[in-house]
């Protein structure tokens, strides 16, 4: 990370088994952060479903900035309906309960469910005023219209390695679309590692490379990508001066 100029990260929490791991990592290095969540994916009979007083407490911890992943994947219902998927919007409320109550950002998953996803951010008070938690649409894979009602609700889009891929120009046309202040880069890694390096282990020394697609994209440097987007990093997370302060 250090020699490919990416000075900071967050470690994102997938379930509560793995929080304790998340989070020591965090807590090892003064540029890692953590959050505190259960990935929709995780069936609740394969790892143990979250409460409320759960992502509570490890939300409260000590360089834990948000609670998710979280919200609604219905890519792969294997043999169940949508209507079987209740268990997942269940979670979902829970997670925006938690943040909430805890004023802080959530880390939205979304895949093959965006109109389910919007309408329960919208129900459950997160309509882009003060008193909602906000947060990102991480691994952003879907259109201009769900970009724009992200943005009406006060979240930012956050892009990952997809928008190198040739494939991917409907995402590409929403990078070049969203504010340069409403705009996140990421790996999702393991997964989903940018071209040159499509295939292989994703890491976040190759975050570049989805900054220099943006800026093309846009038709700015790559370094005016870089600082909006550490900005908007600080600015989401409410870190501002600890970060000045890093000495990668």
Not at 50 to 59: I, M, Q
Not at 152 to 159: A, E, M, W
Not at 181 to 191: K, M, Q
């Amino acid at each position: 990370m250090a020699a490919a100029k990416v000075d900071r990260a967050l470690c994102v929490c997938t379930t509560l088994e793995e929080f304790d791991e998340v989070h020591q990592l965090a807590m090892q290095f003064d540029n890692f952060w953590a959050s505190a969540g259960v990935h929709p994916d995780n069936d609740g009979c394969e790892v143990k479903e979250p409460t409320l007083a759960d992502l509570l407490s490890l939300g409260a911890r000590d360089k834990v900035l948000a609670i998710g992943e979280t919200g609604l994947d219905y890519y792969r219902l294997e043999g169940r309906s949508i209507a079987d998927m209740e268990w997942q919007r269940d979670r979902f409320r829970t997670h925006i309960r938690a943040a909430r109550a805890l004023d802080k950002p959530l880390i939205i998953h979304t895949r093959s469910a965006s109109e389910d996803t919007l309408a329960i951010l919208r129900d459950e008070g997160e309509c882009g005023d003060t008193q909602s938690a906000g947060g990102v649409f991480h691994c952003f894979t879907e259109n201009q219209a769900v970009a724009e009602a992200a943005l009406d609700l006060g979240f930012y889009i956050s892009f990952s390695g997809i928008v190198t891929f040739k494939t991917a120009q409907e995402i590409r046309n929403v990078a070049a679309w969203v504010p340069l202040d409403r705009i996140l880069i990421e790996t999702d890694s393991p997964y989903l590692a940018p071209v040159p390096f499509r295939g292989k282990s994703n890491n976040p020394s190759y975050v570049p490379y989805v900054a220099q697609q943006i800026a093309t994209l846009r038709g700015v440097s790559v370094e005016a990508v870089a600082e909006a987007t550490s900005t908007n990093f600080d600015v989401l997370f409410g870190l501002g001066a600890s970060v000045e302060s890093l000495d990668v």
